[in-house]
């Protein structure tokens, strides 16, 4: 019988959806952060719970022929990706059968419906966008970085070689300036002080905006750092302040105030321009998100009549979509993101084809479907409620299309979807948005059997 602290010999031949390593000891599952298919290692049991035991790496004693020397230095310890030691070729096959067996097992849907997937070129350097835990010492020294793997303990970092460097090269000078603010940190909204770094960048723009995650406004001196930060960095055009007070894993709270420069950067998208603000949605790897808008035409067909974008943010897809004839209705409960939309539409002579509404979409979306022809879903990763289920299999638009994070959340939808005939699944296509992590992006095509 294996115990606690045992330690012994694993063949690791599986990844769990959230990319840790599965080996097996007497019939149980091992999981073991690190460690990828193929490997043998040297592992510690540390912890057993509910049929399964979780392992601590200590030696890749006979490596995976797929492992390879990680291109970050901290990515044994870095939690922020799981993925950095499996080839890319590797990590995309396994991307693809996790969204097939998602759709096999949880939705008994043909896995053969799959298009060959969707790779990131390149791998590094493609994120715009970064929110970085901060921390600071008994000495009073600033760290900053993502937490290490299974804890709520930063790993310290100056640079991140998935970032996009406009945004990477910022990270070691902003960490000092902190530092020698003084000003406290308080990561869990406890005592008053400083949370999170934000950075994002437009991909073609190349224009940056920084933001401080704080709990307190009370920061002294803050607007004469922004400014400097502002007047120092020419791709900065603009320097916030976002209030968390609320002790969530929420990152972001609801008011930004913009202390230098202006609240949005400028970015170009699939031709069309856009205004993208420090806290509302936006895909993090522009060029792969600019690779769904083909595959979004194609899956809607002829722009006849009028298409829904549920969780539609400043309206990314909604608006190359009325580009391409759609009448489009977008939905969006976060008044921000709706405001953005609305002015995106404007500036690209849209206004007359897309318009924007801040609602939920649960409530409103059985309505807005009554004569629409068309519905594309983007939900946040934990999909689509009951309510909205039900809406969709109540209006029953001809042509369906869904964009999901989570391949779990995605299957049990379409199950919901596609069961009694009421949808047939036409066509998946996985993606890479998040390239060395676990994570993958997949848009499933459907369309109506027959009316309601
Ligand atoms: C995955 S993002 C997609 C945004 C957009 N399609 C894009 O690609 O930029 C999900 C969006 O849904 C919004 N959202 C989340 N829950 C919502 C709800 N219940 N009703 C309306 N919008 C919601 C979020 O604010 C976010 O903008």
């Not at 704080?214 to 920061?219: I, N």
């Not at 609240?263 to 170009?268: A, H, P």
Request: net charge negative.
């Amino acid at each position: 019988m294996a115990a606690v602290g045992e330690r012994l010999d694993l063949r690791i031949d599986d990844l769990s959806h959230d990319g840790r390593g599965i080996g097996r000891i007497d019939g149980q599952v091992v999981f073991v952060a690190g460690g990828l298919p193929g490997d043998q290692l040297r592992v510690r049991l540390s912890r057993q719970a509910r049929g399964h035991w979780h392992g601590e790496l200590l030696a890749v004693a006979d490596p995976s022929p797929q492992r390879r020397r990680p291109p970050c230095i901290l990515s044994d310890h870095c939690g922020g990706c799981s993925l950095q030691a499996f080839d890319d070729g590797a990590e995309a096959a396994w991307k693809q059968a996790a969204v097939a067996a998602a759709l096999q097992r949880i939705a008994g849907l043909d896995p053969g419906l799959m298009r060959p997937f969707a790779l990131s070129v390149p791998a590094l350097g493609t994120r715009n966008r970064a929110l970085i835990p901060l921390e600071r010492t008994e000495e009073g020294v600033l760290r900053a970085g993502y937490y290490r793997r299974g804890t709520h303990r930063i790993v310290n970092m100056n640079q991140c070689p998935v970032l996009d460097p406009r945004i990477d090269r910022l990270i070691q000078p902003i960490k000092d300036d902190l530092e020698a603010s003084g000003w406290p940190v308080d990561r869990h909204g406890h005592s008053g002080g400083l949370r999170h770094l934000g950075l994002r960048v437009g991909h073609h723009s190349g224009e940056v905006l920084i933001t401080l995650i704080a709990s307190q406004r009370e920061l002294p001196g803050i607007e004469e750092l922004a400014q400097e930060w502002y007047r120092r960095w020419d791709e900065v055009v603009g320097v916030g302040l976002n209030l968390q007070p609320e002790p969530t894993n929420q990152l972001m709270g609801a008011s930004t105030d913009t202390l230098a420069g202006r609240g949005w950067l400028n970015e170009s998208f699939a031709g069309l321009q856009v205004r993208i603000a420090a806290d509302t949605f936006f895909q993090v790897h522009t060029l792969q998100a600019e690779r769904v808008v083909p595959w979004l035409i194609e899956a809607f067909g002829p722009a006849e009549g009028r298409l829904v974008d549920a969780y539609c943010g400043i309206g990314t897809y909604s608006l190359p979509l009325a580009a391409a004839g759609w009448r489009v209705q977008g939905v969006e409960q976060h008044p921000g993101a709706v405001e953005l939309a609305r002015h995106n539409a404007a500036a690209n002579g849209l206004a007359d084809r897309a318009g924007f509404e801040c609602h939920d979409v649960a409530q409103v979306l059985a309505e807005r479907l009554s004569d629409a022809t068309a519905l594309f879903v983007d939900p946040p990763r934990k999909g689509l409620d009951a309510a909205t289920v039900a809406a969709i299999l109540a209006g029953r638009p001809q042509r369906l299309a869904y964009l999901s994070c989570d391949p779990a959340t995605l299957a049990r939808d379409l199950g919901r979807l596609c069961s009694e005939g009421a949808y047939d699944l036409r066509w998946v296509q996985a993606l890479d948005l998040f390239p060395n992590t676990s994570h993958v992006e997949t848009l499933a095509v459907l369309s109506c059997a027959a009316g309601p």
